[in-house]
Nanobody, 114 residues
Framework: QVQLVESGGRLVQAGGSLRLSCAAPGTMFILGWFRQAPGKQRELVAQMDIGGNSRIGDSVKDRFTIFRDSIENTVILQMERLKAEDSGVYFC???????????WGQGTQVTVSS
């Protein structure tokens, strides 16, 4: 069973920064992050393919950056200038398609206090 393992979620004040990390058990074409707030649908945060191409959600485009270490099979989400609306469970995703995720992590909670 493929398991993506996230880490880094915690409580942070608005305006602060946070770094999330996800480790994949092997090479995946695309690794990324989605998030889900209570009562809302899961939404794209950022994805990156093995060649460095990326998709970034509109609401985070100027504040979040995605990095990928293809040797370590990890993907990092660097979040800056956090807002209360960034709160939610952040899920690591992986697979071969931008629009269909084959694998999910268990999720890590990010809470931004205003």
């Amino acid at each position: 069973q493929v398991q993506l393992v996230e880490s880094g979620g915690r409580l942070v004040q608005a305006g602060g920064s946070l770094r999330l990390s996800c480790a994949a058990p092997g090479t995946m074409f695309i690794l990324g992050w989605f998030r889900q707030a209570p009562g809302k649908q899961r939404e794209l945060v950022a994805q990156m393919d093995i060649g460095g191409n990326s998709r970034i959600g509109d609401s985070v485009k100027d504040r979040f950056t995605i990095f990928r270490d293809s040797i370590e099979n990890t993907v990092i989400l660097q979040m800056e200038r956090l807002k209360a609306e960034d709160s939610g469970v952040y899920f690591c995703s992986g697979g071969g398609s931008w629009y269909s995720q084959d694998y999910w992590g268990q999720g890590t909670q990010v809470t931004v206090s205003s």
